[in-house]
Every structure is written in structure tokens, then in C-alpha cells.
């Protein structure tokens, strides 16, 4: 009982949870006017909802505080999107940008600038896509909601390709996987404290995609998981030659 007492005085003297014993103390006055009849039952009436509001209240800001905290750990921002949230204005500024992804269609068609661009001011752009002679290709298919069609994923991977070997070069790099991960990252700044990880998880025929943004201030352990995980993929791929690679005598196996 005194260590209960002591808690609440504590308690009291910093602040915390001062809404929580403001609605007990409301609470006993409550019932001890009701209980003894010093009020009427109108009053007891307001006064039993105003005690009630003051519980919700508290209720509301301990959720709040408890998904604060659990974001604060984390280090996580969370959505669903069709397409990468990756913002081009964070990419034009980026000193290091490394990206993989199935076919990397809708970077490839989008971005060609800013990599061009990150690589002419002696950045570093690394791009990982899966290689369209690889049955890996076949395996992504399946995961698709609309098509399930190898065939068309070798074209996506084909066009990706030609637009890039426009900006190959030695600050820009691809490499083709014989292999599909189950994430597409983008990691940008990964040697700077401002950097981010924008880690997106392919569903099975889901119709969004999940985007986790992280940050390596708040969690630094994931953050560098994934830098390691790109660096693991970047291992196991071949690197693409486009003068040595005829695009148009890939196949995929069936």
C-alpha cells in the first residue's frame, strides 16, 4: 500500500498520468456526493458523464503514447501504395542511390534522368534486376494479381535494360539476379546519417504493395540489415553488359 502511495505522489509531483488520478479522485467525489445526498440525481447524472469524458481522455493519450513509443523504437513509417513512394526530389540530391526490383519498368521510365544525373555528379547508382534468361522470372510471374505471364515480365525486363545502357558507366551500375527476392529496396545515402531505406514487400497477386520507410537514427539494426541485404544481392548477381548481351535472343525457359 505504501509503495502504491509512494508511486502516485511520485507520479504527481512529475506529471505523469496526472489525468489518470484526476478521473479516480473525480470518481470517489462522484460517489461519495451521491452516496450521502448532498447533490440530486441530475447532478450526479452530469457529473458521472464528466468523470466518463476524463476516462476516454485518458484512454485515448495512453494509446497514442503507447503507438508513439512503439513507432520511436521501430523506427518505421508504414503505407500501402501501387508504386514506389521513393520521393525524385530525396533521389536528385542523393549521393548514393542503390535500387533493385523484378524489372525495373517503372524506375527505368521515370528516373533515367535523376540516375544520369546522380552519376554525372560523381555519385554512385546501383541497380539490381532479376536476368531475363533466369526462370526466376517465371517464379515472379506467380505473384502477380492481373497476369501471370513470364513472357511480358522478359519484355518489362528488356525495355529496363535499354534504357539503362544509355547511362552505364562506372558510377552506374547493373547487375542482373538469377534469382527474385521477396522485397524491392531503394537505399539512398546509406553512409550518411540522413539516408533512408524504403523496403516494399511483393504480396502473393496482392494489388498493393507495403512500403516500410526506414531510418538509420531510429533504427539503426534494421537499417543496416538491409544495406547488407543489397549487398548480398549485389554478390550473387552477374554484372550486365549491354555490348555483350543480345537482348533480343533472350528466352525465358518455359
Same mark, same amino acid.
Request: proline share 3%.
Given at each position: 500500500?505504501?509503495?502504491?502511495?509512494?508511486?502516485?505522489?511520485?507520479?504527481?509531483?512529475?506529471?505523469e498520468?496526472?489525468?489518470?488520478?484526476?478521473?479516480? *479522485? +473525480? %470518481?470517489?467525489?462522484? $460517489?461519495?456526493?451521491?452516496?450521502?445526498?448532498?447533490?440530486?440525481? /441530475?447532478?450526479?447524472? !452530469? #457529473?458521472?458523464?464528466?468523470?466518463?469524458?476524463?476516462?476516454?481522455?485518458?484512454?485515448?493519450?495512453?494509446?497514442?503514447?503507447?503507438?508513439?513509443?512503439?513507432?520511436?523504437?521501430?523506427?518505421?513509417?508504414?503505407?500501402?501504395?501501387?508504386s514506389?513512394p521513393?520521393?525524385?526530389?530525396r533521389?536528385?540530391?542523393?549521393?548514393?542511390?542503390?535500387?533493385?526490383?523484378?524489372?525495373?519498368?517503372?524506375?527505368?521510365?521515370?528516373?533515367l534522368?535523376?540516375?544520369?544525373?546522380?552519376?554525372?555528379?560523381?555519385?554512385?547508382?546501383?541497380?539490381?534486376?532479376?536476368?531475363?534468361?533466369?526462370?526466376?522470372?517465371? *517464379? +515472379? %510471374?506467380?505473384?502477380? $494479381?492481373?497476369?501471370?505471364?513470364?513472357?511480358?515480365?522478359?519484355? /518489362?525486363?528488356?525495355? !529496363? #535494360?535499354?534504357?539503362?545502357?544509355?547511362?552505364?558507366?562506372?558510377?552506374?551500375?547493373?547487375?542482373?539476379?538469377?534469382?527474385?527476392?521477396?522485397?524491392?529496396?531503394?537505399?539512398?545515402?546509406?553512409?550518411?546519417?540522413?539516408?533512408?531505406?524504403?523496403?516494399?514487400?511483393?504480396?502473393?497477386?496482392?494489388?498493393?504493395?507495403?512500403?516500410?520507410?526506414?531510418?538509420?537514427?531510429?533504427?539503426?539494426?534494421?537499417?543496416?540489415?538491409?544495406?547488407?541485404?543489397?549487398?548480398?544481392?549485389?554478390?550473387?548477381?552477374?554484372?550486365?553488359?549491354?555490348?555483350?548481351?543480345?537482348?533480343?535472343?533472350?528466352?525465358?525457359?518455359?
Amino acid at each position: 500500500m505504501n509503495n502504491r502511495i509512494s508511486k502516485a505522489w511520485n507520479d504527481t509531483k512529475t506529471g505523469e498520468n496526472i489525468d489518470a488520478y484526476l478521473t479516480l *479522485v +473525480a %470518481a470517489i467525489v462522484v $460517489s461519495l456526493l451521491g452516496l450521502f445526498g448532498i447533490v440530486d440525481i /441530475e447532478k450526479i447524472t !452530469s #457529473l458521472t458523464l464528466g468523470v466518463l469524458a476524463l476516462l476516454a481522455y485518458s484512454s485515448l493519450k495512453n494509446r497514442h503514447q503507447a503507438t508513439d513509443y512503439i513507432k520511436s523504437q521501430l523506427g518505421l513509417h508504414f503505407l500501402f501504395s501501387n508504386s514506389s513512394p521513393v520521393q525524385e526530389e530525396r533521389l536528385r540530391i542523393a549521393k548514393t542511390i542503390s535500387h533493385n526490383g523484378i524489372t525495373l519498368v517503372g524506375s527505368s521510365n521515370a528516373l533515367l534522368d535523376v540516375f544520369k544525373d546522380c552519376a554525372a555528379r560523381g555519385g554512385e547508382v546501383k541497380l539490381v534486376v532479376i536476368d531475363p534468361a533466369n526462370v526466376a522470372l517465371d *517464379v +515472379a %510471374a506467380q505473384r502477380f $494479381s492481373k497476369y501471370q505471364d513470364a513472357k511480358r515480365l522478359k519484355r /518489362e525486363v528488356q525495355h !529496363s #535494360l535499354d534504357n539503362l545502357k544509355s547511362i552505364l558507366g562506372q558510377n552506374c551500375k547493373v547487375r542482373l539476379l538469377r534469382a527474385m527476392a521477396p522485397f524491392s529496396l531503394w537505399i539512398i545515402d546509406e553512409d550518411d546519417n540522413q539516408g533512408e531505406i524504403w523496403l516494399g514487400l511483393y504480396p502473393f497477386r496482392g494489388k498493393t504493395e507495403p512500403w516500410l520507410k526506414i531510418l538509420p537514427g531510429s533504427n539503426k539494426k534494421m537499417f543496416d540489415f538491409l544495406v547488407e541485404q543489397f549487398k548480398l544481392l549485389w554478390e550473387a548477381s552477374s554484372a550486365y553488359n549491354a555490348e555483350s548481351i543480345n537482348l533480343d535472343h533472350i528466352g525465358v525457359p518455359n
